[in-house]
Each structure stands twice: as structure tokens, then as C-alpha cells.
């Protein structure tokens, strides 16, 4: 969709777009070609997560064999009815992606990929909760603003560097797959965009209690582990050997930990749980 198009599909609605949900629509149709195609979903059924209008929905069905879409605007549900409803691959849940049952979108179960142009506000809550999800997710194509995308590529001791960083890292190879500027929109955002491209790693075994130790982990930034790690409700001589077993000093910081640090805490906090 080019920016004709969707100001005269706006003025036919009689929308504007809703600044509060972040909504800066896709213009660039090559992009929005590109990010179907290295979305992987002509091999797998594809989760979109707010389609807005449908210029990235437009092309992912050309390719896809099924294309499950969650979008939380009930004028844009209208719109994406009216374009799409009729074709046979696609599905639409109206509903807040953060409180969608991802285990039940039997369209996705058997493999699946990712794609969605994801508002800044949002970003790390559904990046966190797509990362942590039980569905079979083969790859992701995610457009973000490019202090968002950073994250992702965060090395420890950085700024941006945190549980989101390490999660994908962990599960996921990811890299950069295009820049978007602020002409590749309406309405234009005041900042960059970045489209990143996450591939599952084949021998990343599931880790459960991983968030948990994140979460844990990086509750207060400059506390030491010792005191984040005890504060998750365990007793100072538990941490210490929890800690020991995952060989990270208890002086040390989640921010200065690389991503092996964090597995082996998450598999000695396993190991704890059942002993």
C-alpha cells in the first residue's frame, strides 16, 4: 500500500490513525514484499501481530499458506474484514496480542513464523512474550524502532543489554535485515526503524525457568547477583550454591553476565526445584 493508498482508505473509513496505539502504517510495498518473504511464511503458516490496515497482511497471504492475525483496534478489525475475510488462509482474533492464548491458535501448531510491526510502547512485552512462547516459531521479521532493534544485538555491559537481549540470543540467531526511514510510514515517526530477522536455533533446548531467572537477575540493575538471585525467595546459603553450581561469582552483575552465565543459572535453579 503506498501512502495514497491508505490516506484514501482512511478518509473511506473515516479514520485517523490512533497515536495512543502507536499506529504508523507501512507505505514501502517493496519492504513490506521483503519482510513477507524473509518472514519465512511461504513455508509455514505466519502470526501477524497488528496488521493495521493490511499493507504487510497483503503480502504475507500472497505467500503464506495461512496468516493468523491479532489486532487490538476494532476500526482496524473492520478494515481488515472488509480486504480479507473472504480469503481462505486468513483468521483474525480481536484482541490484545499480550492476553491472546497462544497455545490455542491451532492454525500455528504444527511451526510457524512471526511477523508484525510492532508500536514502541509495546515492543518489549510482546517481544518478551513471543520469545518465551510455546509455539513451534521457526523465524521472525520484526519492525522496530531502531533503539528497540539494538536491544536485541545488546553485548553485556551495555546499556541496553537485559533479559530480552539474552533470550533471543539464546534461542535465536538474529540479524539485521533492512532500515526503515521515517518516509517508509503514515504517519511519519519521529525516529529510524529497523526490520530485524530472528532464525530458531535447532539445538537450543527449551529452558522453562530462564525467564525466571532473568527476571530475577535483573529485578535491581546494580545489586549484586547475590542479593537479586536471594531476593527471588531463597535463603543466602541456597544462593551461594545455586550460584556456585552455575559458576557465577556472587559479586557479579547481571548487566557484566554473558548468556551462558544465565542458562547455567536457569538449569541449576531446575536442578534445585526437584533435588
Not at 54 to 65: D, Q, Y
Not at 162 to 189: E, F, H, I, T
Not at 221 to 248: C, D, H, W, Y
Request: charged letters at 20%; aromatic letters at 6%; glycine letters at 4%.
Amino acid at each position: 500500500m503506498t501512502v495514497s493508498d491508505i490516506k484514501a482508505l482512511l478518509q473511506q473509513e473515516g479514520l485517523t490513525p490512533n497515536k495512543a496505539l502507536g499506529q504508523n502504517f507501512l507505505v514501502d510495498e517493496a519492504a513490506a514484499l521483503r519482510i513477507a518473504e524473509a518472514s519465512g511464511a511461504a513455508e509455514y503458516p505466519v502470526l501477524e501481530i497488528g496488521p493495521g490496515l493490511g499493507a504487510l497482511t497483503e503480502m504475507l497471504l500472497r505467500i503464506s499458506p495461512h496468516v493468523a492475525a491479532v489486532e487490538i483496534d476494532a476500526a482496524m478489525v473492520r478494515v481488515l474484514q472488509k480486504r480479507f475475510g473472504k480469503n481462505g488462509n486468513f483468521s483474525l482474533l480481536h484482541e490484545d496480542f499480550l492476553k491472546t492464548d497462544l497455545a490455542a491458535m491451532l492454525p500455528l501448531q504444527e511451526g510457524c513464523t512471526v511477523a508484525a510491526n510492532l508500536p514502541y510502547y509495546v515492543t518489549t512485552p510482546i517481544c518478551l512474550k513471543l520469545l518465551t512462547s510455546v509455539l513451534p516459531i521457526k523465524s521472525m521479521a520484526l519492525m522496530l524502532q531502531k533503539e528497540a532493534a539494538d536491544r536485541f544485538f545488546a553485548q553485556p555491559s551495555s546499556r541496553q543489554y537485559g533479559p530480552l537481549s539474552v533470550l533471543a540470543r539464546y534461542y535465536y540467531d538474529v540479524s539485521p535485515l533492512m532500515s526503515l526511514s521515517p518516509q517508509s510510514y503514515y504517519p511519519q515517526p519521529e525516529v529510524d526503524s529497523s526490520v530485524i530477522l530472528l532464525t530458531r536455533k535447532k539445538d537450543a533446548a527449551l529452558l522453562p525457568l530462564l525467564p525466571r531467572a532473568l527476571d530475577a537477575a535483573f529485578a535491581m540493575r546494580r545489586k549484586t547477583m547475590l542479593n537479586n538471585v536471594k531476593a527471588a525467595g531463597f535463603s543466602k546459603e541456597e544462593t551461594e550454591t545455586l550460584l556456585a553450581e552455575a559458576g557465577i561469582p556472587p559479586s557479579a552483575r547481571a548487566e557484566a553476565l554473558p548468556t551462558e552465565a544465565f542458562v547455567r543459572l536457569a538449569g541449576a535453579w531446575e536442578k534445585s526445584i526437584h533435588s
